[in-house]
């Protein structure tokens, strides 16, 4: 133990800079994934053929090739067309478009999710698309897609080192470096494994906190009844049954139920 704690104590500083180059290609493609993702779920949102045949075409392509022929693809072959990318800006794109493919499934789903009822019923009051994607769809959506996408960051936060096959010195490269030099792979991987488990815990645990905030009785998430449509320009509301019985009257745009008010 003793002998692998000095080792250790060798490696670290080396592997803890691959962790700053691991935090960038995650941050980088998490941010880019979910732009993109976004725009994916509302071109298919908005029935328009020609979008939906186009954000539906490129999920199933991108979904249909591993993401690793991907990254080489982009990092390989689009220098061939005149496409000159780094090892990093690579693996930040082809890993941001990998999986925004599956952001987009999340926020298709989120979005589907709502009762088309209270989308009618926003409509019905003069509501712009996008005013009842802002105001309607939006707040209630994020906290159904918000389980599955901390659960998609953690994933990309792994599947980050596949960027090490395109020579990025993250992480997972650096530990292949140290190992291939000193052939100690049991300390070596062993450490890449706790570091990575280090930075994915908290990840987990936030994603259960916030998961954890968001009330179970939020009639107007799931599948409410409508029941009308009140009010002036300034204070329309939807009421909405909830599974339970009883009425609760829900301020559109906000995303916490109004006490519930029994009829």
Sequence with gaps: MTE?????GRYLPILLEGVWLTLVVTIGSVILSTLLGFMWAVMTWSRITVLVIISRGFITIIRGIPIIVQLF???FVMPDIGINLTALQAGI????VAYS???????????????KGQIEAAQSIGMTDWLVMRRVI?????KIVLPSFGNT?????????????????????????????TFDNLTVFTLVALIYLALS???TFLTRHLTKGIPRHDLCSGHPQI????GGHQGHELRCRARRGGVHHRPLGIGQVDRPALH
């Design 227 to 230: 029941i009308r449509v009140v």
């Design 153 to 181: 960051v953690i994933m990309m936060l792994k599947d980050s080192s596949l960027v090490s096959t395109n020579t990025v010195a993250e992480l997972t490269r650096q530990g292949q470096l140290i190992a291939s030099s």
């Design 4 to 8: 692998f704690l000095a080792r250790a």
């Design 93 to 96: 794109i082809g890993l941001g």
């Design 201 to 203: 815990l908290p990840l």
């Design 73 to 75: 693809y982009i990092y």
């Design 138 to 142: 939006m707040p209630q959506a994020v």
């Design 101 to 115: 493919a599956y952001q987009a499934e999340n926020f298709r789903a989120g979005i589907e999710a709502i009762d």
